[in-house]
């Protein structure tokens, strides 16, 4: 090859790489900054469990204190958004729950904002509260909740109710969604901008969106604590094109939310890693399971006989 094909050549790859550069970026660009999950403020239900028992969940309403919390939240979230009023190309869009509310922290949240600062506002449904079936008695709901912690609190069905494994299918089914309006610009958000998605939910069913999104196991999640009224979970963009915790919330909060060395380990991971990218280090995704197996094929076949030619192990060696 003579020295201008080689050129020609290096020329090319140099285009084809810088072409896949300018599309991860831009791809990178249509990604929202942060996906922010928000809990409602303190509802009357918060307050005084015997509300349950005369009003449905769906209509439990704000108390005073919980109105105050939602514009507290939403004055530190427009500085977080807005980087302390330096970042100028900044946009939110909101999901909200269609329980009351979570709606009215949404109107609170909202004063904090300009229109032209929300490109969008979608009520979800399947982000609504786990359902406990219907109106609660407090002293049969005692005696549920009882059951619950002995039978495990993921897998608990509650009579006419819902399990926390039921929330977790439907806000699986919502992150599908999402994702879909994000690479089809559903969202209609300028590459330009800024964008961050708050979502204004639950408890329980933050704490399982973000069981789906970072692939955490049943007991991690059963080790969860529910966070507090208005309390925020910022899952920001990595540098890598990965969302963490890790890159806003310091390793103290994610030890109080009841997170483990090993996920907090992962988290910070996340925060450097390339999208795509698989963590070897990772004890739940491998190590739980086959920790024990052996390293090669020869111990394999080692282990297969000297289990089958064990007196008691009722088989014969193939």
Known sequence: MSQTQTQRQQ????????????????????????????????????????????????????????????????????????????????RVYFYVSPYERTRSTLREIGRSFSKKRIIGVREECRIREQDFGNFQ?????????????????????????????????????FLESLWRDIDLNRL????????????????????????????????????????ENCDLRVMQLGQGGDYSLAIHHTEEELIEWGLTPEMIADQKWRACANK?????????YLDEFFDNLPDSEDDVRKCEGEFFDAPDSGFESP
């Open 188 to 227: 209609q958000n300028d590459p330009s901008q800024e964008l961050n998605l708050i979502i204004i939910s639950h408890g329980l069913a933050s704490r399982v969106f973000l069981m789906k999104w970072f692939k955490w196991t049943v007991e991690q999640f059963e080790h969860l604590n529910n966070p």
């Open 276 to 284: 795509g990218e698989w963590n070897e280090k990772c004890p739940w």
């Open 11 to 90: 020329q090319q790859e140099d285009e084809e790489q810088n072409q896949t550069q300018n599309q991860n970026q831009q791809q990178r660009n249509m990604l929202p900054k942060r996906i922010i999950l928000v809990r409602h403020g303190e509802s009357q239900g918060n307050l005084d469990t015997s509300a349950y028992t005369t009003t449905p969940d769906h209509k439990i309403p704000l108390t005073d204190q919980g109105i105050a919390q939602a514009r507290r939240c939403g004055s530190f979230l427009n500085n977080l958004v807005s980087s302390g009023g330096s970042s100028q190309n900044y």
């Open 137 to 173: 008695v407090r002293d049969r709901m005692s005696k549920i909740k009882e059951t619950r912690e002995r039978f495990g609190r993921f897998y608990y069905r509650f009579p006419e109710g819902e399990s926390a494994a039921d929330v977790f299918d439907r806000v699986s089914s």
